[in-house]
């Protein structure tokens, strides 16, 4: 299973209708992800910005669904960005270190 950051800067008009009907957006998410494969780890409001942060595994290989999940995020317009970002463990960050040492690259203008 791969893990997931989405990241959602809200509208003010959201935040608007979340003071008028507060509830529990986690609960209310969960389903979404679970439709596509995935589930629900942690749901975060980030403090004093109008920014979520949800981490959700997947299993491998569901950009598909992942980008789907965006797309009906977004055209839902209570965001203004949404980004989804795979996660690596350390192990899989110290792979890709050593991978990137056997690598070569010329920057432009060299």
Request: net charge negative; proline share 5%; aromatic share 6%.
């Amino acid at each position: 299973m791969a893990r997931y950051l989405a990241i959602l800067e809200v509208k003010g008009e959201t935040c608007g209708s979340l003071i008028a009907n507060p509830q529990d957006r986690k609960a209310a998410t969960a389903p979404l992800f679970k439709a596509i494969g995935g589930e629900v780890e942690h749901y975060w409001f980030g403090v004093g910005s109008n920014t979520l942060y949800i981490v959700t595994s997947m299993p491998d290989d569901n950009d598909t669904n992942l980008e789907a999940l965006t797309m009906l995020v977004c055209a839902s317009g209570i965001v203004q960005s949404m980004n989804m970002v795979k996660l690596l463990t350390s192990e899989e960050a110290v792979s890709a270190m050593k991978k990137a040492a056997e690598l070569s690259y010329t920057p432009p203008g060299s």
